[in-house]
């Protein structure tokens, strides 16, 4: 219930959580066809956010090298460095070295998983080196 609470909070000021707009750009950047200046991502967010603060977080994800950035007009158009996969795979590879106990997080991870979820990571491990041997990578 005081989670509620805060939420409530949130909604009345207005304001994201810390990090919530830096992931609504990079989700308006992985649907777009392409590079995209500060502009394009402000019609693509939710809200009536300042350009400024768009372009702020523009630079800020740029700067941490999660985006690259093509000279287009007077401006930069932006792109995500890595497609939404792998950013989130990094980003849960990440939190998985941050634990104390690797095998308690994997097991409480694998124990929550929907029974579709946990079907398709069986098959994953089961067939984890076919993909390197059918592109001819394999060791011979």
């Known amino acids: ?6 939420d409530e909070a949130q909604e009345a000021s ?7 707009l830096e992931g609504d750009v990079l989700a308006a950047l992985w649907a777009a066809d ?3 200046t500060a502009r394009e991502v402000r019609e693509r967010l939710p809200g009536d956010l300042a350009y400024t603060t768009v372009l702020t977080i523009l630079s800020r994800l740029y700067d941490k090298g999660m985006l690259i950035r093509h000279r287009e007009g007077r401006g930069y158009a ?10 989130t795979a990094r980003r849960m590879h ?3 070295e941050g ?15 929907s029974a579709q979820d946990e079907h398709v990571l069986q098959q994953l491990l089961s067939g984890h080196d ?6 001819g990578h394999g060791k011979r």
Do not use: I, W
Request: glycine share 12%; charged share 40%.
């Open 94 to 96: 990440t939190l998985l």
């Open 78 to 87: 932006y792109e995500p460095t890595r497609d939404e996969a792998s950013h």
């Open 14 to 20: 207005g304001r994201r959580a810390r990090g919530e």
């Open 99 to 113: 634990g104390s106990d690797r095998e308690a997080v994997l097991a409480r991870f694998v124990s929550e998983l």
């Open 34 to 36: 392409g590079p995209q």
């Open 130 to 135: 076919e993909p390197e041997n059918k592109r």
């Open 1 to 6: 219930m005081a989670d509620r609470g805060g």
